[in-house]
């Protein structure tokens, strides 16, 4: 057991709450018992699950700690000061992991069916994670980050995708990078913008969608813009100009959805 | 011109941070040029505008200042140094304002009309805000808060809001007085819950509707199922089970919207 807060192998994990380290080692920490069941479930690439006993109260946890030693995964014993050390939650559930980033170039992907979303410049990782999230509820199969922005694998990120980070797939392009994959693809790239342009209930989405945001502040750039199938707009009637991000792709995913799975009107 | 933080109007604001004074004061802080402007436009009880000149350097934000001074709204010439002591932007603006609180006891009121969302026990003050965002954008009518919740007034539901705390109604009442209340009224209330009820998409929704959900973290109590006059529930085919709060709020929200502003299709 480890009792030290200054091992080198807890300072290594405790480094992983900038973005920086996560960056040059690949790697990001996971807490909450539920988001680790998730990761097992989706058979991420688990490279060390760390416990405290003493914190390890329920028997939920006690089994997926049992159920990660079963894998073979390496696991590490740390006392309760130590776990405190680089735990993110209040009250610590007494189990953790580092898990490898699953995220790949772009470019390195010849060619995606389905329903994906890109982000461009997406600066909060709350709505990344929930957008994560909303795409996984909806049947999705992965999301794009373009340009500059946030880190996926940041830790309210991680929490706010409540394991959908385990389940889609993940990919990165710089904007340019992008705009020349775009013109090689035949799947439909639908860019969400505010303006006069279609109804998103209006459009016929194709069964292989893109659906393309922009960032919260500055919206969809022209570049972007250009490159779309079709761009499409929520409609308001009420005094806000524009909705929040994940609210809004929440609104899309769900149209995609309802148009290939409708119910019947009772 | 006050260059002293520690001046008692100064410390007055500052103290507005916290939801014990928020509370007792029945004020609240509002910052950034946006989120002001929709202030004055929504006609909200400005208490007073704090401005530092210094800081003040787009014209906008200029114009804003001299349209709230025509208002005969008071104001305050603070300092730099002053100003950036009570700022929540890295990159103040240079104006802000203090606010009455637009929060009234739903026992007060006799019926409602239109479309209100309800939520009881909500934890996120990002959610509320941005619940408030979508709510507004979708013709809404109101909120109304039910039992223990976070505070509607706290800044970053503020900020979420974008405005829309200023254009909507705002209502609060525990559990038990809401169900009371409930049973006295003919507007429709329509609890969300994950569950094997209808498929939200197949519910015709009146034009008197409250939408009630549930918190982030125990979803909505049996108490308040029961006094609903239906529950629909947002089909998930992934492997999360369930979605955000706002997210799902703003699905259901536009479902409501798509029934009674129909598109046709091209």
New interface residues.
């Given amino acids: 057991m480890i009792t030290s807060a200054s091992n080198s192998q807890i300072k290594e994990i405790r480094k992983l709450s900038q973005r920086k380290f996560r960056k040059e080692s690949g790697l990001f920490y996971v807490e909450g018992l539920r988001t680790i069941t ?1 990761a097992l ?2 058979h991420a690439a688990i490279e060390k699950v760390i416990f405290c006993i003493e914190l390890l109260e329920s028997e939920f946890g006690k089994a997926l700690l049992a159920r990660a030693q079963k894998k073979g995964i390496p696991n590490l014993e740390v006392s309760r000061s130590v776990f405190e050390s680089f735990s993110l939650k209040e009250g610590p559930q007494g189990i953790c992991a580092v898990v490898r980033q699953n995220i790949q170039d772009l470019l390195a992907n010849s060619s995606l069916s389905g329903l994906w979303v890109a982000l461009e410049g997406v600066q909060d990782p ?1 709505n990344l994670g ?1 957008i994560l ?8 199969n992965g999301l794009i980050l373009i340009g500059e922005s946030t880190d996926a694998f940041h830790p309210t990120s991680v929490r ?1 995708s ?3 980070i385990f ?1 889609l797939q993940l990919f990165q392009a710089d904007t340019a990078a992008f705009i020349n994959w775009r013109k090689n693809q035949s799947i439909e790239l639908i860019g969400a913008v505010c303006g006069e342009v ?2 998103y ?4 989405y194709a069964e292989n969608t893109v659906l393309l945001m922009g960032s919260e502040q500055k919206g969809l750039p022209d570049s972007l813009q250009q490159v779309c199938s079709a761009l499409i707009t ?11 991000l ?6 899309l995913l ?1 149209e995609f ?2 148009q290939h ?1 409708p ?4």
């Fill in positions: 998730s479930e989706q709350g929930s999230r909303t795409l996984d509820a909806v049947g999705g706010a409540t394991g959908a389940s279609s109804d209930r209006s459009y016929n929520i409609p308001m009637i009420g005094s806000v100009d524009s909705l929040n994940a609210n809004a792709t929440s609104v769900y959805y309802n799975n119910v019947r009107k009772k």
